[in-house]
């Protein structure tokens, strides 16, 4: 990662329940309250997912924390849609994927570049319990094997 870029939020649960097969860097549109609650590390990616409504993608169900020195104009709805930022032809390759069966698409990460929030959004596939369940036990060997190779 360049120097420039400052991570927020990473979505470790993403890569646990899906395989992971592309992403994209893309731009939200927020009002100056959540962007506040962003560089104060409150949001959660967690439950977080793209979705496409009339030609444009938007970020759903991920939580922005209100922020509390903000005004009555501040946001009210820590998850409510938020628009995201894409080239036309991104959009156009996101959508088509989504529409074929067994796609979705997951918010990665949030991080700053350059004062502005970007997030990261990955086209990926569910895993199976077993794929999920292999990746443990792989996982474990390799910790294992590190383990062992540090004793020597």
């Known amino acids: 990662m360049p120097d420039h870029i400052k991570i927020i939020a990473r979505n470790k649960k993403a890569f646990h329940d899906y395989h992971i097969e592309d992403s994209f860097e893309a731009g939200i549109a927020l009002m100056g309250s959540e962007i506040k609650s962003i560089r104060a590390n409150k949001i959660s990616l967690r439950d977080g997912f793209v979705q496409e409504r009339g030609g444009e993608l938007w970020l759903m169900n991920v939580h922005i924390a209100t922020y509390d020195e903000a005004s009555i104009f501040g946001h009210s709805d ?5 628009k995201l930022l894409l080239h036309k032809r991104e959009i156009a390759q996101i959508t088509t994927r989504i529409r074929e069966r067994g796609y979705t698409v997951v918010p990665t990460m ?9 997030v990261e959004i990955a086209l990926a596939r569910g895993k199976k319990q077993y794929d999920k369940r292999e990746a443990i036990a792989k996982r474990d ?3 294992q094997i590190q383990r062992a190779l540090k004793e020597f």
């Open 110 to 118: 949030v991080y700053l570049s350059k004062g502005r929030a970007k």
């Open 141 to 143: 060997a390799d910790r």
């Open 78 to 82: 820590p998850l409510r849609p938020r």
